[in-house]
């Protein structure tokens, strides 16, 4: 069955850094999403993007956050100078289209450390 | 904002027993989808199982299955015959059918089965 990959796994960082984490949606996907999971907190929903532009962000999703498909089959998130608050469980999601019944595929997640 | 709420972080459950794993969510609107994820450590969140709120009958796929309250705001999911494998994370999820294509997230609830 098709997934979602995530890379790394595991990234650590000095604050202050910029950090990308990267996504390769499933191939026939048009909606991708990231969420993160601050450790003991709920996954919480920060930016869909569609036809190559945002189409919802949350609050979280402030002027640090940027994201990117920079060819057809990659999509990142950037973090442009990393607070030690970034520390979280980064997830990359994507779907066939926005349709509210639709499935949201989940990678297995980028552990991101902020030191 | 749609809020969603597991009570139960930790739930344990012998081998070929049943278990339920409870839900409950917040929201003024009467259409909308609901969702159980389930993670396995370090694997991604696979769909267990969607409800559509329009559809009054429970959702079931083979051993699992969810009773689905309306008017509670309540929708937990039921696992029969658990097996070693079910062990997990489990996440229940909110999205709106008419606005926006986020996913809302409860804090999840860690199965353990005991062989």
């Known amino acids: 069955e098709p997934e979602v990959t995530q890379t790394p796994s595991h990234q650590v960082t000095q604050m202050g850094q910029e950090v990308i984490l990267r996504c390769v949606p499933i191939s026939n996907h048009l909606y991708f999403y990231w969420y993160r999971q601050i450790l003991g907190q709920k996954v919480e929903f920060l930016v869909s993007f569609y036809n190559n532009e945002i189409s919802e962000k949350s609050e979280i999703f402030d002027d640090q956050f940027s994201v990117e498909r920079p060819d057809g089959s990659n999509f990142t998130l950037k973090i442009r100078s990393t607070k030690l608050e970034d520390s979280a469980m980064y997830f990359c999601?994507?779907?066939?289209?926005?349709?509210?019944?639709?499935?949201?595929?989940f990678g297995a997640g980028t552990r991101l450390s902020v030191l | 904002a749609q809020t969603v709420t597991q009570s139960q972080p930790e739930m344990s459950v012998q081998e070929a027993e049943t278990v339920t794993l409870s839900c409950t969510y917040d929201t003024s609107e009467s259409d909308y989808y609901l969702f159980w994820y389930k993670q396995p450590p370090s694997r991604q969140m696979i769909l267990v199982i969607r409800q559509e709120a329009y559809k009054q009958q429970n959702a079931t796929e083979n051993r699992f299955s969810v009773n689905f309250q309306k008017a509670a705001k309540s929708f937990s999911l039921k696992i029969s015959d658990s097996q070693l494998g079910d062990a997990a994370m489990y996440f229940c999820?909110?999205?709106?059918?008419?606005?926006?294509?986020?996913?809302?997230f409860g804090t999840g609830t860690s199965l353990t089965v005991i062989p």
């Open positions: 999820a909110y999205r709106s059918a008419n606005t926006g294509n986020q996913f809302y």
């Open positions: 999601a994507s779907s066939e289209s926005g349709r509210a019944g639709d499935i949201q595929y």
